[in-house]
């Protein structure tokens, strides 16, 4: 490792669009690769990134968001959000960025803690086979905190 | 090792100073016991350098050379960065 003081990165991811998504799993796999610990708690919106029949279909909001440089009314328009998120894609797969599932095995691979948030998984009524199998556990927020188990923990939301 | 031109990082700057005995000398500094698969993945990561190809983790486990898993059990603490000082070559800039 160099002079990082950073020895563990805890993420909270709790949204689903691919911009978030994707910050999560870049930051923690950087982290993996520079040597430093890494775990991801899946928690609300989050999860979609963990559910076997949604994770390959996260998508990229056109509304809401001014850095998408669209009008409102134009993003809210049938088919913009699905045009958006294929270009990003497009975009993402050009600089060799794996696919949402890929990803999630490359950070498994990489030791990678990928954790569900129990009150989550409970509020939308989804039981373990709805997971991915990757999966390394449903914890409660406790019990991650009790991940920050090392001086130089950090704990970041999305 | 005097005459080997390292950067501050302490990655080779000419890779055709690399030698087996170089490589011994960085695995040593970088606490890695060399074994025979060790030589297999630097064999890889020469290859992909001397084809002009980057170096990803995502490449690694395309690779059929090894998984990702291994690899980060071969070179602990920054399998990468650590393996590609070893091998002699650049330290890969991508940020996956």
């Given at each position: 490792m160099g002079k990082t003081k950073v020895k563990k990165m805890l993420f909270i991811l709790s949204k689903a669009t691919i911009d978030s998504v994707y910050a999560a799993f870049i930051m923690a796999n950087g982290a993996r690769m520079e040597g430093?610990?890494?775990?991801?708690f899946f928690t609300f919106f989050g999860l979609e990134a963990?559910?076997?029949?949604?994770?390959?279909?996260?998508?990229?909001?056109t509304v809401g968001n001014p850095a998408m440089h669209m009008p409102t009314l134009l993003g809210g328009l049938p088919g913009m959000e699905a045009l958006a998120t294929?270009?990003?894609?497009?975009?993402?797969?050009?600089?060799?960025?794996?696919?949402?599932?890929?990803?999630?095995?490359?950070?498994?691979?990489?030791?990678?803690?990928?954790?569900?948030?129990?009150?989550?998984?409970?509020?939308?009524?989804?039981?373990e086979k709805d997971l991915i199998d990757d999966i390394d556990g449903v914890l409660t927020i406790g019990d991650f905190y009790n991940q920050a188990d090392v001086d130089g923990t950090q704990i970041v939301f999305i | 090792m005097e005459n080997i031109k390292r950067n501050d990082e302490g990655y080779l700057t000419d890779f055709s100073q690399w030698t087996k005995d170089v490589a011994l000398e960085i695995a040593k500094e970088e606490e890695i016991e060399?074994?025979?698969?060790?030589?297999?993945?630097?064999?890889?990561?020469?290859?992909?350098?001397?084809?002009?190809?980057?170096?990803?983790?995502?490449?690694?486990?395309k690779s059929g050379v090894i998984s990702i898993k291994e690899f980060y059990n071969l070179?602990?603490?920054?399998?990468?960065k650590k393996s590609t000082k070893i091998a002699g070559i650049p330290k890969p800039k991508s940020c996956i």
């Open positions: 430093i610990d890494a775990d991801i963990i559910q076997k029949k949604k994770l390959a279909h996260l998508k990229q909001p294929k270009m990003m894609l497009k975009e993402m797969e050009k600089l060799d960025m794996p696919p949402v599932g890929e990803f999630l095995e490359i950070l498994s691979d990489s030791g990678c803690g990928l954790y569900a948030c129990k009150l989550a998984v409970d509020m939308f009524h989804l039981e | 060399m074994t025979d698969r060790h030589w297999e993945v630097l064999t890889y990561l020469q290859d992909k350098y001397q084809k002009e190809e980057a170096l990803s983790i995502r490449g690694i486990k070179f602990p603490g920054g399998p990468l």
